[in-house]
């Protein structure tokens, strides 16, 4: 099946750096989404971004489809950045997202 | 928009119980849901998908007698972890597509922190 592999695993960052996370899938996708999850649990919908480039305030993400890749850009962050960003992929042959290894991230005031 | 709601957050239970644990969708339809699992550190894993008036289709290795999934109106899905055992404790997490197309995006509940003893 295919694979998600973000990197990099863990990442610590002073408030006010900037970042940039990557998502790898081994195969063709359809559809791409970046969530963030807080440090109670809770998923956070980021970007629905099957491909090209998308900003929401401080955040941007890009994904190159033919590349298989995706990036997420964080400017500025502060410490309610800090969490785990998950890429998650849909096939149509699985019918179903694949979620990426995640990128554990926390940012120190 | 969009918001997802769990119940119970937290639940311990003794071994051999069983609990149930219920995802609606507060502000929109969702004919399609999806239970997932999560160990400590992990990703999130898909373990059944849940259709509104039919039977869910569970993952290759997730037992459908022990996962019991039941869909019974367009907003509420339940998961119940029948005769639970210490290696069920995890996070359960549950999502809804408000879309029909398989790969529209997924709203995702806050998830229940299941502790068995």
């Known amino acids: 099946g295919i694979q998600v592999e973000q990197s990099p695993p863990d990442l610590i960052l002073q408030e006010g750096a900037n970042s940039t996370l990557r998502c790898n899938f081994s195969?063709?996708?359809?559809?791409l989404q970046w969530f963030h999850q807080n440090p109670w649990g809770q998923l956070i919908n980021l970007f629905y971004?099957?491909?090209g480039t998308k900003q929401n305030g401080r955040l941007s993400a890009t994904t190159v489809a033919t590349e298989r890749y995706s990036l997420l850009y964080i400017s500025s962050s502060q410490t309610t950045d800090s969490g785990v960003y998950f890429c998650?992929?849909?096939?149509?042959?699985?019918?179903?997202?694949?979620f990426g290894t995640g990128t554990r991230l926390k940012v120190l005031a | 928009g969009a918001v997802v709601s769990q119940h119970p957050s937290w639940v311990i239970c003794k071994s051999g119980t069983s609990v149930k644990i219920e995802c609606r969708s507060l502000?929109?339809?969702?004919?399609?849901m999806f239970w997932y699992r999560q160990f400590p550190k992990q990703s999130l894993m898909l373990m059944a998908t849940?259709?509104?008036?039919?039977?869910?289709?569970?993952e290759q290795g997730v037992e459908k007698d022990k996962f019991l999934i039941n869909h019974a109106s367009l907003t509420l899905s339940t998961l119940t972890v029948t005769s639970a055992h210490p290696e069920d404790s995890s996070f359960y997490i549950c999502?809804?597509?408000?879309?029909?197309?398989?790969?529209?995006?997924?709203?995702f509940g806050p998830g229940t922190r299941l502790t068995v003893l």
């Open positions: 999502s809804a597509r408000p879309g029909r197309a398989p790969g529209d995006t997924q709203y």
């Open positions: 998650a992929v849909y096939t149509s042959g699985t019918y179903k997202y694949i």
């Open positions: 195969d063709s996708v359809n559809n």
């Open positions: 849940s259709n509104e008036g039919s039977k869910a289709t569970y």
């Open positions: 971004i099957p491909s």
């Open positions: 502000d929109f339809q969702a004919t399609t």
